[in-house]
């Protein structure tokens, strides 16, 4: 056998050995996926027959799929308020979103157009509160609330919200500036615009893909939050997030209407899923942009 010919047939051995790896390693990939898949399913599925149930259908076969009861999600909206509450959430999650994304565009904004002194020590401090979580800094939010009369109704967790950092929406809007032309605003500026129509009219609109991408999330984490909300509203009914309600009305310490309240949480889920349906392109066009740096 020639050189050449002991040299294809290596090539060739070599090629069937890749291939035979890579077949190994996508089908690992794939089967990861599928039960990472089915595991997040799984809990939905189990939420959505347990609120087509009642109590006895629960305890007697709590895993089984039943879809007896749709009354349940009357029910829950009727006898739990539900409307309410629902009001209640929704003012506080728009005036969060409101409030955050104004803030990310502003701070994104002066970190990456205006690029101040001291910008970059701005920028770490921003990402540091990241790393901060909730629970180290509920204690001297509650001492703060208390003392400005806000506790006990929505506008704490509103005001809460609002003063959040957003240090990831700010670090991608900052990112998609940097790579900006600059020539554009010295146009503008010879122009006579000033710093605010700037802003307004050249580098807000560019910014709309990461100001999307914040506000969902914004919108995702204020509107299933309960943890926070019972905490600084415990007793005032009237001021209670759908979260807070559903449970504080259906459950107690000896029982629950188990099929009751997961319908009220599929009520919960569905604005998040009918948002993110809507606006998941996003997402990726957020980051897409804001990795990018100029």
């Keep these: 056998m020639s050189e050449n ?14 291939s035979a790896a890579e077949i190994a390693v996508k089908t690992v990939f794939i089967v990861f996926l599928a039960l990472l898949a089915l595991a997040i399913v799984l809990p939905l599925l189990f939420v959505v027959s347990t609120s087509f149930k009642d109590y006895a259908q629960y305890i007697t076969d709590p895993f089984g799929l039943s879809f007896s009861h ?8 009727a006898t739990g308020n539900l409307g309410m509450y629902f009001v209640n959430s929704l003012i506080i999650c728009v005036s969060t979103l409101v409030c955050g994304s104004f803030n990310m565009a502003i701070g994104s904004f002066a970190i990456g157009r205006l690029r101040f002194k001291g910008s970059g020590v701005m920028m770490s401090i921003l990402l540091s509160t990241m790393f901060i979580t909730g629970e180290l800094t509920s204690i001297p939010m509650f001492i703060l609330l208390r003392k400005i009369g806000l506790f006990n109704t929505r506008w704490a967790v509103v005001f809460t919200g609002c003063i959040a950092p957003q240090g990831f929406g700010i670090l991608l809007g900052s990112n998609s500036l940097k790579g900006f032309p600059a020539e554009i605003h010295e146009a503008a ?13 050249i580098d807000l609109p560019f910014l709309r893909p990461a100001i999307l991408y914040t506000a969902v999330g914004i919108f995702q984490g204020c509107w299933g939050d309960y943890m926070w909300p019972m905490i600084v509203i ?14 504080r009305q259906f459950a107690d310490g000896n029982s629950a209407e188990f099929g009751i309240q997961c319908a009220g949480l599929i009520i919960i889920m569905a604005p998040i899923l ?9 997402f990726t066009e957020g980051i897409a942009v804001g990795a990018v740096k100029g």
């Design 274 to 282: 009918v948002i993110y349906m809507c606006f998941s392109k996003y």
């Design 5 to 18: 010919a002991r040299l294809l047939t290596s090539r060739k051995a070599l090629r069937k050995k890749r």
């Design 189 to 201: 500026i010879l122009d006579g615009a000033g710093i605010w129509d700037q802003f307004t009219k």
């Design 70 to 77: 749709p009354e349940n999600y009357v029910k829950a909206w």
């Design 234 to 247: 415990p007793s005032n009914r009237e001021h209670w997030t759908l979260a807070v309600g559903i449970v």
